[in-house]
C-alpha cells in the first residue's frame, strides 16, 4: 500500500517491560513524527525526524522514550519499562517536508497491564 | 505550552442537520488543520486553512481561520452517517523554526443518528 503503515497494530505487556513500535512511513517522505493519543485526548507531539539532521526530541516524556530512524525509512519508538501511563495510541506521520501535509499511519494500540 | 481549545466536546445530531464546531488558542498560529479520525485509525486531513480570514470549503465541510489567527471554525452541512467520528483541530505556531510541529486539540466526537 501506499500509506503509512505501522506494527503491530495492538500490544499488551507488563509493567516494567520494553516495547518496540515500528513505522514505515510514505516512501520518499523525507519527514516522520511520533505522537501519543491517550483516551479521549488530543494528540501529543513526541519527536520529529527530517532527513539526516538532528531529530527533534522535545516531546519525549521521560528517557525512558526514545526512538531511532533509518536514512529516511523505517523508524522505531522504543519504551523501555513500560508503565501503566504509558496506555496510549502512538501515531506515526510522514510527510514531504517540515510544513508539508502529514500523514497519519493506522496507530499502535498500547496498554500497559 | 501551547494549548487549543476545542469545543464542543461531543455532539449527537440527527441525519441532514448541519454541524459546527471550534478551536480557540491563547497563541498565534499560521496555519490552521482540521482532520477526521475514525474508529480505529489515524487522523486525515480534511481542510488546510493558510492565511486569516480564509474560508475554505471541501464538500460539504467549510472551515474558517478566524481574523486573529487565534480561532478556527468548522462546518458540515447536510450530515449523513458516515460523518461520524472525532474532528479534531490543529495549529501549526508561526516562525520560531518549530513551525512543523501541530498542536492538537482534544477533539469533538460526532454522533450521527440516521
Known amino acids: 500500500g501506499a500509506g503509512v503503515s505501522q506494527s503491530p497494530s495492538n500490544k499488551v505487556t507488563e509493567k516494567g517491560k520494553d516495547v518496540e513500535l515500528r513505522c514505515d512511513p510514505i516512501?520518499?517522505?523525507?519527514?516522520l513524527y511520533w505522537y501519543r493519543q491517550r483516551l479521549g485526548q488530543g494528540l501529543e507531539f513526541l519527536i520529529y525526524f527530517q532527513g539526516n539532521s538532528a531529530p527533534d526530541k522535545s516531546g519525549l516524556p521521560s528517557d525512558r522514550f526514545s526512538a531511532e530512524r533509518t536514512g529516511e525509512s523505517v523508524s522505531t519508538l522504543t519504551i523501555q519499562r513500560t508503565q501503566q501511563e504509558d496506555s496510549a495510541v502512538y501515531l506515526c506521520?510522514?510527510?514531504?517536508?517540515?510544513?508539508?501535509?502529514?500523514?497519519f499511519g493506522p496507530g499502535t494500540r498500547l496498554l500497559v497491564l | 505550552g501551547q494549548q487549543l481549545n476545542q469545543s464542543p466536546q461531543s455532539m449527537f445530531i440527527q441525519e441532514g442537520e448541519d454541524v459546527s464546531m471550534n478551536c480557540t488558542s491563547s497563541s498565534i498560529f499560521n496555519t490552521w488543520l482540521w482532520y477526521k479520525q475514525d474508529p480505529g485509525e489515524g487522523p486525515v486531513l480534511l481542510i488546510a486553512l493558510y492565511k486569516a480570514g480564509e474560508l475554505t470549503s471541501n464538500g460539504r465541510l467549510t472551515a474558517q481561520f478566524g481574523i486573529t489567527r487565534k480561532d478556527s471554525f468548522l462546518n458540515i452541512s447536510a450530515s449523513i452517517p458516515s460523518d461520524v467520528g472525532i474532528y479534531f483541530c490543529?495549529?501549526?505556531?508561526?516562525?520560531?523554526?518549530?513551525?512543523?510541529?501541530?498542536?492538537f486539540g482534544k477533539g469533538t466526537l460526532l454522533t450521527v443518528n440516521p
Open positions: 490543529a495549529g501549526q505556531l508561526e516562525g520560531g523554526g518549530s513551525n512543523y510541529k501541530l498542536t
Open positions: 516512501s520518499g517522505h523525507t519527514a
Open positions: 506521520a510522514s510527510g514531504r517536508g517540515p510544513e508539508e501535509t502529514q500523514y
